[in-house]
């Protein structure tokens, strides 16, 4: 009955050792479980190795992938900023990780209070008045908030066929607005990249539900006109819905509620720093007005008597949207992150990300064009139109970039900009890594008018070369 684990007895220390009892342990046959073509026949043939040697390969590996602990990602409409670690400790904490989604409201108090308490934070920052958080993802927000849409018409006894979409929005927003079953219609912007409420006007009518805008727009820029544009469509009786995306430039700043907005979702996973894209979950909370309330998705989480509670009846909601309540360890993290900057830390968010955008800005406008002006809120949209006369497109810049060490900015979007490259520095970054990531762009710049070929191979330098991105999306083979 020997584990392996010999102890001493304290009183016999040096005399004699005795040992712990092994429990039975049933062998399974695995011919029994598993199908026979399934069963390993011999050795797995895994090498021998230490723990230096495991430890390294491990961290070698982590390193062959760029993400942002590793250096700068500046991935533009995206908001790749860093993420502090103390969001991951405290979402892991036992109260939280170890909480079944279907235990009572009694047992799951502190889980409650974080999901309305985070809530009551997201409303105060967009200055609307209630919120659902279970949206899990930005996207997965927006196609909650058209159906909230589609209910609140049809609460008044009409049927509007038609969503409006400027030209500058988020490319989620028509495929959002299609699912809800609604038609799209594109808004062309003005020649200053921004809604003309004078042309908006020409759109609008009894059959337009909604229009759908991102401010700031993915041009990094502010619709100034925003307050008149909300004024146009609510006379026309239409609402106006807000992809909150871009909400780190207005931060303790702006809120959408103020100028109009009758919904809003929040990327919880870019504005509010927590992990996204590989590095996991998203979470997109929507926040709507008051008129709008009876209509947010059930379970709705609420405060009565001093405790918190999920319920299930609530006016005319359009239900569930997600399998239980939302990605709730996001939640957790984005509310760790609220609580630690305070009001004044969350505006110094937003200011800081308009100094740094703006400073790239300033040291790169010269080599790249910019089409839309020369002041920008939490990113700009340049231009590699000109390298096209050297044989050289965006891409390619985006894969040189990469022999830098950086990651690309977000490419050939917002399509208004032709070779678009969109870059969003975010507020964490220093001085010193956007000075390295400009004079990146500005030698690559100088590479092309040089040695274009240099570039129009890259990159030279990564585990991974160029590989044939069309062909890699049509003969998708995630088994190798």
């Known amino acids: 009955m020997n584990i392996g684990t010999t102890m001493l007895d304290k009183s016999e220390r040096g005399k004699r050792a005795f040992t712990l009892p092994r429990p039975d342990v049933e062998k399974v046959d695995p011919a029994s479980v598993f199908a026979s073509g399934l069963i390993r026949e011999g050795p797995v043939g895994l090498p021998e190795v230490s723990e230096p040697e495991i430890a390294r390969h491990f961290v070698n590996l982590s390193v062959l992938n760029h993400h942002v602990d590793r250096d700068f990602y500046p991935l533009g409409s995206c908001t790749m900023k860093y ?13 939280f990780s170890g909480l079944h989604p279907m235990v009572p409201d009694s047992a799951a108090q502190g889980a409650l209070a974080v999901m309305y308490e985070v809530g009551r934070a997201l409303c105060e920052i967009t200055g609307m008045d209630d919120i659902t958080v279970a949206p ?24 509007r066929k038609k969503v409006l979409i400027p030209d500058s929005a988020h490319g989620t927003n028509p495929a959002s607005v299609a699912v809800a079953g609604y038609e799209s219609v594109e ?23 909604a229009i759908m805008i991102t401010n700031p727009n993915t041009l990094g820029l502010f619709e100034t006109h925003i307050r008149e544009v ?65 209509f947010l998705p059930v379970p709705y989480i609420c405060k009565q008597d001093g405790a918190y509670r999920r319920s299930w009846e609530h006016g005319k909601s359009i239900g569930r949207i997600h399998t239980f309540y939302g990605n709730f360890a996001v939640m957790v993290r984005a509310y760790c992150y609220i609580i630690m900057m305070g009001p004044d830390g969350i505006r110094r968010v937003a200011e800081d990300s308009l100094i740094n955008a703006n400073y790239l800005l300033a040291r790169v406008k010269d080599r790249l064009d910019v089409p839309y002006g020369e002041k920008c809120k939490h990113e700009f949209v340049a231009s590699g139109k000109k390298f096209l006369a050297r ?25 208004i900009v032709e070779e678009a ?24 710049s100088e590479e092309i008018e040089s040695d274009p070929e240099l570039v129009k191979g890259a990159p030279h330098n990564t585990p991974v070369r160029r590989v044939d991105e069309a062909g890699a999306a049509r003969s998708l083979d995630v088994a190798q």
Do not use: C
Not at 263 to 274: A, G
Not at 421 to 444: H, N, Y
């Open 230 to 294: 909300t004024d146009l469509v609510h006379e026309s009786g239409g609402l106006v819905y807000m992809d909150g995306a871009n909400m780190n430039a207005l931060l303790g700043i702006s809120r959408p509620g103020d100028f109009g907005v009758d919904i809003v979702h929040l990327n919880l996973h870019k504005t509010f720093s927590t992990p996204h894209g590989g590095g996991g979950p998203g979470s997109g909370p929507v926040a709507v007005k008051r008129h709008l309330i009876p």
């Open 83 to 95: 993420n502090p670690k103390v969001g991951g400790h405290v979402s892991a904490l036992p109260g």
């Open 187 to 209: 808004v062309p912007s003005g020649p200053d990249g921004r809604i003309e409420p004078g042309a908006l006007k020409e759109f609008l009518g009894d059959d337009v539900a």
């Open 391 to 415: 044989g050289v497109r965006t891409n390619d810049i985006a894969k040189r970039l990469m022999d830098y060490g950086f990651h690309p900015p977000t490419v050939y979007f917002p399509l």
């Open 421 to 444: 490259l969109m870059i969003e520095p975010t507020e964490t970054e220093s001085r010193a890594t956007l000075d390295s990531f400009a004079e990146a762009l500005i030698k690559i």
């Open 136 to 159: 899990a993802a930005g996207a997965h927000g927006e196609l909650t908030g058209m159906l909230m849409v589609r209910a609140y018409h049809a609460a008044q006894g009409k049927q």
